[in-house]
T-cell receptor
Framework: DAGVIQSPRHEVTEMGQEVTLRCKLI?????LFWYRQTMMRGLELLIYFNNNVPIDDSGMPEDRFSAKMPNASFSTLKIQPSEPRDSAVYFC??????????FGEGSRLTVL | GQQVMQIPQYQHVQEGEDFTTYCNSS?????IQWYKQRPGGHPVFLIQ?????EVKKQKRLTFQFGEAKKNSSLHITATQTTDVGTYFCAGGGGSNYKLTFGKGTLLTVNP
């Protein structure tokens, strides 16, 4: 089975631009997490989906961030407009309940 | 909310020395998981502990879950250069999906 696939792996953009990060889950997993990792704050949970439904979005920083899961295998995280403080590595992770997280390789975002 | 503190933040050892990282939770955990992240990589699951006082071993790695289910440790015996990376604990509690990650311990090993 293929693992969790994220794209793009690297993104450099200018402040104010829209950024869309994509994630394809492992087949058969029904839950997805988006995490953000920075040196200062570590791994932060942004949002959790279960069966395509957002269950917990309390970690989403502000209205500039939005996430969707249009089907059972795919999700997007959008930042509009982007700001330099959004620079981080964004991971998605799929999750069979009560088991471990399977992380994608991450999308490294740099906002200039 | 639940907080998971992890110490030390950094640890540098000579190859062959032992290494230990510790996690403490502000609340009782239902389970604790450990992950390893190599430099430039993504977190990879190592193990899950569920029972009070549980001890599990994976070759040179020993994982413990405290009796009160509020703390955990990872001990590596005779470190090797392949052990380099950041080790994270992640505590589960309350809801059945939410894991709270510690900030991680970055281990570097001098050959």
């Amino acid at each position: 089975d293929a693992g969790v696939i994220q794209s793009p792996r690297h993104e450099v953009t200018e402040m104010g631009q829209e950024v869309t990060l994509r994630c394809k889950l492992i087949s058969g997993h029904n839950s997805l997490f988006w995490y953000r990792q920075t040196m200062m704050r570590g791994l932060e949970l942004l949002i959790y989906f279960n069966n395509n439904v957002p269950i917990d979005d309390s970690g989403m920083p502000e209205d500039r961030f939005s996430a969707k899961m249009p089907n059972a295998s795919f999700s997007t995280l959008k930042i509009q407009p982007s700001e330099p403080r959004d620079s981080a590595v964004y991971f998605c992770a799929s999750y069979p309940p009560i088991r471990e997280l399977f992380f994608g390789e991450g999308s490294r975002l740099t906002v200039l | 909310g639940q907080q998971v503190m992890q110490i030390p933040q950094y640890q540098h050892v000579q190859e062959g020395e032992d290494f230990t990282t510790y996690c403490n939770s502000s609340t009782t955990l239902s389970n604790i998981q450990w992950y390893k992240q190599r430099p430039g990589g993504h977190p990879v699951f190592l193990i899950q502990l569920v029972k009070s006082g549980e001890v599990k071993k994976q070759k040179r790695l020993t994982f413990q879950f405290g009796e009160a289910k509020k703390n955990s440790s990872l001990h590596i015996t005779a470190t090797q250069t392949t052990d380099v990376g950041t080790y994270f604990c992640a505590g589960g509690g309350g809801s059945n999906y939410k894991l709270t990650f510690g900030k991680g311990t970055l281990l570097t090993v001098n050959p």
